[in-house]
């Protein structure tokens, strides 16, 4: 695998400009905790093992458990350790991610509705959006985790 360019350097205008999405949606009322772990399921998801990489250590730093983390790709199968808002989380995540699929369900939209608000639900799937984008980079220019 031949080594791909750098997008901050051959796009440095684009790469600003989804810096500063990334630093408006870190900045909104969802928690940190929340943040990482809806970017570590769409990495998963998309295959993005820089970001999976990168995002695990940022929640570790906030304060998550190693052992939460290692369960995020099989939430469903231990639903017990998730709250009932992080399995939503996880449940809009997916629906954002593989939008190609079937969109977001009327069931995950109104309960994200009736649990967050709109204001948080739309930040929420922004915090989805640029994580997807970030993905799309770290993916297509074979990124790694720089351990």
Known sequence: MSARFKMGKVQPAAYKAMDALD??????????????????????????????????EEALKAGESGARLQLVGVWREAQQVFT????????????????????????????????????????IMMIIITINAWNRIGVGLQMAPEM
């Open 84 to 123: 009932a808002e992080e399995q939503l989380l996880f449940e809009l995540t997916e629906q954002i991610t593989l939008i190609h699929n079937h969109g977001i369900s009327d069931a995950v939209y109104n309960k994200a509705i009736d649990l967050f608000g709109e204001i948080k639900t739309a930040q």
């Open 23 to 56: 630093n408006y949606v870190s900045e909104t009322q969802v928690g940190k905790i929340q943040q990482e772990l809806i970017r570590i399921r769409a990495s998963l998801i998309n295959g993005c093992a820089y970001c999976v990489h990168y995002h695990s």
